[in-house]
């Protein structure tokens, strides 16, 4: 599995000694690097390729939003990390995904579920920790065919009501135990 790294961003190299790598690219890792959005450049260098990158990680940047772009030109995305930015909200285009099974949105800023995740029939992992949702749309999120987790630690969520269908779930909900 190849990681392009956040310094190849700035290469100003004409050499083919980059091609190599991006055709073997299937994980890009651009963590903790201050983005404030995804950058355009990666969209035009990975233009020939991005249907094999599975795994995108954007993990603790300054990001306020994402674009609709970035999720029709990664289609093949399997898991995508966007902890610790400063989302909150994700474009309706995140329906769309139809092979993600991960995707990591702890530590953001939303105060409503992204319901469009409830449209994505391989998703398997949510991670909404840390964020500031009050209300889960459970029946949605039961009728998700391949969902086995739900992490919602650390959400001011009602859970005497969530306590109450627990059982019922098709999907493990993971809740701050009260103290």
């Known amino acids: ?15 083919h000694s ?5 055709l073997l690219l299937s994980n890009i890792d651009l963590s903790e690097c201050k983005l404030i959005s995804f950058p355009e450049g990666v969209f035009k260098v990975l233009r020939s390729v991005t249907e094999k990158i599975h795994v995108i990680t954007l ?12 999720f029709t030109t990664f289609t093949q995305l399997r898991e995508l990390n966007l902890e610790g930015n400063a989302l909150n909200k994700l474009p309706d285009a995140v329906g769309g995904m139809e092979n993600l099974k991960s995707i990591n949105l702890a530590r953001n800023k939303f105060l409503v579920f992204p319901e469009r995740l409830a449209e994505i029939p391989t998703l398997e992992k949510i991670s909404l920790e840390g964020n500031e949702i009050t209300e ?5 999120l039961s009728a998700m065919p391949a969902l086995r987790s739900v992490n919602m630690k650390f959400n001011p969520l009602n859970k005497d009501l969530f306590t109450a269908i627990k059982s019922s779930l098709k999907f493990e909900l993971l809740m701050t135990d009260e103290v």
């Open 1 to 15: 599995m190849s990681v392009f790294p956040a310094n190849c961003l700035n290469c100003q190299s004409s050499s």
């Open 18 to 22: 980059l091609i190599v790598p991006l």
């Open 59 to 70: 993990a603790n940047n300054e990001m306020k939003a994402l674009s609709s772009k970035f």
């Open 136 to 140: 889960l749309p459970v029946e949605k």
